[in-house]
Structures are given as C-alpha cells and as structure tokens.
C-alpha cells in the first residue's frame, strides 16, 4: 500500500493523521473480552478520512483503490468484537459526516450511515413513528453500523433480529472495485450480502428501514424472590401475543447490584424482570408478574420527571449495557451470547446457573426468534483464563446451547455469518482485491473453512 500518495490524493479532504487520534478512531468495544484485548490491543490505522458526502466517499475509495490500501468503515465504533479495528492497517472511513435523514414516510426512512438511531427516531417521530430495532446503544451508535455489525436488540421481542426478512428494506453499497460511482442496491433476500458483513463487502453508503407506530414506553422492573419465578415471567410475557412490548429482560440476583442508580428501588438477594411496556399494556404486564410470584418496584410512569432525569432508561439496564454496568464495578467481568432454545428455556438456563454458579451470573433477553419465543442469554462472566472460557463455552455446548462466541474477531468463529459460496462471489465482485476491512472473514482466504456450527444469519446459498 502507498500510504504516502494516498495521503496526497487526499489532500483537501477531511482526514486525520494524528497518532493519537488515529489510535482512538482505530477502537471499538473489543476491550469488553480480555482475548480480543490481548490480541488486538496495537492494531491501528494509518490515517482517519472522514467524508463529507457521497462524492467524497467516492473519491476516497478510488484512491485507495489505486494505492492498494485497506479500508475499514467506523460508525461510532461501538461494536464488540473489533469489528471496525483495521487489522491490516491502512484507512479508516469515519462515516460520521454523512448522518442525513434523507425521507420519512409511512412505514420507512431512509438514512445516510451515519445517522444515529435516537437522532433518526427523533426525527420520525413527527409523524409518530420510530425504528422497530435498536441497540441499547441507542444514543451513540449509527444505523450503518448497526445494519453492518449489530444483530437486534431493543423491539427484537415483537420483531426477530435484523437476520430476520423484512427488518431491512434496502441497503445502497459503494464497491470496491476501481469503478469510481459504481453503487449496488440490495433488497429482499440480498441485503444478507452486506448486513452483519462488518463492511467486508462492500460500504453502505443508504439504509432504507421499517419503522413501527412509536409509544411512550413504560419502564418497569419486577422483583422476583427467585430466579426460576422471573424466568417463568419473562416467558409468559415474551408469549402473551397481545402485549405490546418492546423489551422483556431477566437479571439474576448477583446481576442488581450492578445497577447502582436503580439501587434503591431493588432487593438484595432478588431476581429482576426489566420490562418496556405500551402504556396501555403495564396493567397487564403487573398481574402476569404477580401470578408468577413477582411484585413491581419500579414504574417510569409513577415517577417524578426530575428522578426520571437521574436514572438511565430500562434498555440501558439491558442487551449489552448490563455487561457495561458490571464492567465498571469489576474490570475483570466479560460476557458470553448464549442461545438458549425451545423446549423448556427455563430447564436450560436454571441448568447452567446450577453449574456456573456465581461464575456467571445470568442476564436473558427474550426475543421473537424464527416465529416462536426464544431466549438469548448475556451471562456476565467471572473470568479467569482463556482455557476457561473456553471450558465453559463447551459446557454450554454439551447443554444443547449454541454460542456466538464475542471473543472472536471474525465473522465465521463468531457464529453470526456463514460467509458461503454465495456470499464469497458477491466479495469477489464488490472487493476483487479484498481491501475492505481485511482479515474479518476467514473463508476469503480459506474457502473450504468449515466452522462447523450453527450461525445466526443464515445461509446465502439456497
Ligand atoms: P461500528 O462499531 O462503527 O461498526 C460496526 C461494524 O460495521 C464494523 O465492522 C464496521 O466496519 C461496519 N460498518 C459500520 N458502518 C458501516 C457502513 N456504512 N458500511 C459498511 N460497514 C459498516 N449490538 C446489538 O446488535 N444489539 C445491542 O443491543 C447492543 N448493545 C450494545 C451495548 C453496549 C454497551 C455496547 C458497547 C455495544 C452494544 N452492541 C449491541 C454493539 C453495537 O453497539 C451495535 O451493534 C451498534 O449498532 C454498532 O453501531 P456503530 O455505529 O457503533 O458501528
């Protein structure tokens, strides 16, 4: 790579080469495992370019194209698995100077990358709708990234995953392939060429997303003497069908302390149920909380403004901001991603708690997965060595569930994406160099990789 004429070809642009700045702008949340931080702790960028505009993503791209350097996307960085770290070096194509909201109509809204998801719900909210996913990193993370890296989150328990048909409508994707202008627009099942690819095969440079009817959701908390009590509530609420839900979580006892500002609303020794419910659904949400032996403690819309003001919102209880809320109590706690499948959840999850013990505390997210109620589990992880982690990654595995691994950098040793034959050909025309974000997919290199395990994203190939 010639990074001494890149940088000239781009001059007039907006670009970065401050060591320090560069180092920041070449990091995300990878440092969440203590594996990835020891492997990718140096990986750093040459130089940061942050386009201003379609035009100028363009041009970047032909020089890179020209001068043979790497190029990898950032959002806002905040993805878990080293995701946007450019492992080879080279570009880092900042896209948080194109954040437009293009269109807002009924049912959809198109976007640049950029854009940040509260920002797109703010603005769709005139018409009174909002995004049906989100991470619970709601407020900082952008719709590229999220479409590019993210899995589904906040709403996935009324609508699936971003894996899921229908959650995507369109995504417009800038080759890599010398061909300055040449623009790819995916629908139906093709969006799966570039969704969770973490910018390998292309950069998305316009979403087109479904939006929902928008609430003013209500936070609530439940507490439950036992954890089986709370997990036989998250299910009943995850399958009652004419709840309008957004978030059904369970924490386990040794998860509360870690929610400091909620503290005094909470039992010591008590699992918790984290629910955001329609305003017209809490009343519901209370009695099936209290037939499975559980009480409310906590009620955004029976509290004053003012203490609303100092407590985060439930989603930030949840997904992976539980992880983050222990991760600044105890440095050395990591995570796992569990699917924990149909039959008996509950069997399943009381199963690993028994053997895990204290060793990971159990966190679950309910969600609508392939038509049914499933049920992903965030376990907060006591860690101790790699051998272990792996240990109990099998330990799982022997149970029936399914890892995806988050201390893998990836895409096939996270179990997200099966990079298939369909998905290495459409690589092959979009990046015939592969200079977007190199070393993430490993079948580019080994085309006969077998991971040999279940995916989240399913197979391109029919
Ligand atoms: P980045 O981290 O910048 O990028 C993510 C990946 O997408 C990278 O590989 C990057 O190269 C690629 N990329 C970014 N933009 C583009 C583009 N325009 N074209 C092509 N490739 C692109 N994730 C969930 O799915 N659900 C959750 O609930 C969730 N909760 C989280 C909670 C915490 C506290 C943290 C730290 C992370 C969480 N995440 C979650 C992970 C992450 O926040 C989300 O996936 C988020 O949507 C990523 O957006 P981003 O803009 O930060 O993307």
């Given at each position: 790579?010639?990074?001494?004429?890149?940088k000239?070809?781009?001059?007039?642009?907006?670009?970065?080469?401050?060591?320090?700045?560069?180092?920041?702008?070449?990091?995300?949340?990878?440092?969440?495992?203590?594996?990835?931080?020891?492997?990718?702790?140096?990986?750093?960028?040459?130089?940061?370019?942050t386009?201003?505009?379609?035009?100028?993503?363009?041009?970047?791209?032909?020089?890179?194209?020209?001068?043979?350097?790497?190029?990898?996307?950032?959002?806002?960085?905040?993805?878990?698995?080293?995701?946007?770290?450019?492992?080879?070096?080279?570009?880092?194509?900042?896209?948080?100077?194109?954040?437009?909201?293009?269109?807002?109509?009924?049912?959809?809204?198109?976007?640049?990358?950029?854009?940040?998801?509260?920002?797109?719900?703010?603005a769709?909210?005139?018409?009174?709708?909002?995004?049906?996913?989100?991470?619970?990193?709601y407020?900082?993370a952008?719709?590229?990234?999220?479409?590019?890296?993210?899995?589904?989150?906040?709403?996935?328990?009324?609508?699936?995953?971003?894996?899921?048909?229908?959650?995507?409508i369109?995504?417009?994707?800038?080759?890599?392939?010398?061909?300055?202008?040449?623009?790819?627009?995916?629908?139906?099942?093709?969006?799966?060429?570039?969704?969770?690819a973490?910018?390998?095969?292309?950069?998305?440079?316009?979403v087109?997303?479904?939006?929902?009817?928008?609430?003013?959701?209500?936070?609530?908390?439940?507490?439950?003497?036992?954890?089986?009590?709370?997990?036989?509530c998250g299910?009943?609420?995850?399958?009652?069908?004419?709840?309008?839900?957004?978030?059904?979580?369970?924490?386990?006892?040794?998860?509360?302390?870690?929610?400091?500002?909620?503290?005094?609303?909470?039992?010591?020794?008590?699992?918790?149920?984290?629910?955001?419910?329609?305003?017209?659904?809490?009343?519901?949400?209370?009695?099936?909380?209290?037939?499975?032996?559980?009480?409310?403690?906590?009620?955004?819309?029976?509290?004053a403004?003012?203490t609303?003001?100092?407590?985060?919102?439930?989603?930030?209880?949840?997904?992976?901001h539980?992880?983050?809320?222990?991760?600044?109590v105890?440095?050395?706690?990591?995570?796992?991603?569990?699917?924990?499948?149909?039959?008996?959840?509950c069997g399943?999850?009381?199963?690993?708690?028994?053997?895990?013990?204290?060793?990971a505390?159990?966190?679950?997210?309910?969600?609508?997965?392939?038509?049914?109620?499933?049920?992903?589990?965030?376990?907060?992880?006591?860690?101790?060595?790699?051998?272990?982690?792996?240990?109990?990654?099998?330990?799982?595995?022997?149970?029936?569930?399914?890892?995806?691994?988050?201390?893998?950098?990836?895409?096939?040793?996270?179990?997200?994406?099966?990079?298939?034959?369909?998905?290495?050909?459409?690589?092959k025309?979009?990046?015939?160099?592969?200079?977007?974000?190199?070393?993430?997919?490993?079948?580019?290199?080994?085309?006969?990789?077998?991971?040999?395990?279940?995916?989240?994203?399913?197979?391109?190939?029919?």
């Amino acid at each position: 790579m010639d990074i001494a004429a890149l940088k000239t070809d781009l001059a007039g642009l907006q670009i970065e080469v401050n060591p320090r700045i560069v180092q920041q702008k070449s990091r995300d949340f990878y440092w969440y495992s203590p594996v990835l931080k020891r492997q990718l702790d140096s990986v750093v960028a040459d130089v940061v370019a942050t386009p201003r505009n379609l035009d100028e993503l363009l041009y970047i791209l032909g020089s890179c194209w020209r001068n043979d350097v790497p190029v990898t996307v950032r959002g806002a960085g905040t993805g878990n698995y080293g995701q946007a770290m450019p492992l080879a070096g080279g570009l880092v194509l900042d896209l948080s100077g194109m954040a437009r909201i293009l269109s807002i109509e009924p049912g959809r809204v198109i976007a640049e990358p950029g854009a940040i998801l509260a920002d797109i719900d703010a603005a769709a909210r005139a018409s009174g709708q909002e995004l049906r996913l989100s991470p619970s990193t709601y407020h900082t993370a952008s719709i590229g990234g999220f479409v590019a890296g993210g899995s589904g989150g906040v709403g996935s328990i009324r609508w699936g995953g971003l894996r899921d048909a229908g959650n995507i409508i369109r995504l417009r994707l800038a080759a890599m392939d010398g061909t300055v202008g040449s623009l790819i627009d995916l629908t139906g099942p093709d969006i799966a060429k570039a969704s969770h690819a973490y910018g390998t095969t292309g950069i998305i440079t316009e979403v087109e997303m479904p939006l929902a009817p928008a609430y003013d959701w209500v936070d609530m908390i439940m507490s439950f003497p036992t954890l089986e009590g709370a997990i036989r509530c998250g299910e009943a609420l995850a399958a009652a069908d004419g709840l309008l839900l957004k978030n059904v979580a369970v924490m386990d006892a040794s998860v509360t302390p870690y929610f400091k500002r909620h503290a005094g609303y909470l039992t010591a020794g008590e699992a918790v149920v984290v629910v955001m419910a329609a305003p017209f659904a809490a009343g519901d949400v209370v009695h099936l909380g209290r037939h499975a032996g559980g009480r409310v403690v906590f009620r955004s819309d029976a509290e004053a403004p003012e203490t609303l003001k100092k407590l985060p919102a439930a989603f930030e209880l949840c997904w992976n901001h539980t992880t983050l809320r222990a991760l600044r109590v105890d440095p050395s706690i990591t995570y796992l991603q569990v699917l924990y499948p149909q039959p008996d959840i509950c069997g399943k999850v009381l199963k690993i708690a028994e053997l895990l013990g204290e060793e990971a505390p159990t966190h679950l997210e309910f969600v609508r997965f392939d038509g049914a109620v499933g049920c992903f589990g965030l376990p907060l992880l006591r860690y101790t060595s790699e051998e272990r982690l792996d240990e109990i990654v099998a330990l799982h595995e022997a149970h029936g569930c399914p890892i995806f691994n988050p201390h893998r950098y990836t895409l096939e040793e996270g179990g997200m994406k099966q990079t298939d034959a369909t998905q290495l050909a459409f690589k092959k025309r979009a990046d015939p160099k592969g200079l977007l974000n190199p070393g993430k997919m490993i079948a580019w290199d080994q085309p006969d990789f077998d991971y040999g395990k279940p995916y989240l994203f399913p197979s391109l190939s029919v």
